[in-house]
């Protein structure tokens, strides 16, 4: 949850939870709301996010869900291999 705590949270002291699965089964994670997500050129602003770790072996720093992802018109092209959000 490093990335959470760069930005000014806390995680130990957020209040609400929610359980979430993942490949080692159920877990209970901080759920809050953030003023804002910008990625490249688009903002989200009151976006509700959980934070948990995801392991460094994976590659990856986050996941976009449904409450960033609702905001715009996205298409995902698995074939081609990108997503466009608009």
Not at 32 to 40: F, G, P, R, T
Not at 52 to 68: A, C, K, M, T
Not at 70 to 78: A, E, G, L, N, Q
């Amino acid at each position: 949850m490093v990335y959470i705590k760069i930005i000014g949270y806390d995680p130990a002291v957020i209040p609400e939870r929610q359980e979430i699965v993942t490949a080692n089964g159920v877990i209970e994670v901080p759920k809050l709301q953030v003023k804002s997500i910008i990625i490249a050129d688009i903002e989200a602003r009151e976006v509700e996010v959980v934070c948990h770790d995801i392991p460094e072996l994976v590659g990856i720093r986050g996941l976009l869900g449904l409450s960033f992802m609702k905001h715009f018109r996205t298409v995902i092209d698995y074939k081609e291999g990108y997503i466009e959000i608009s």
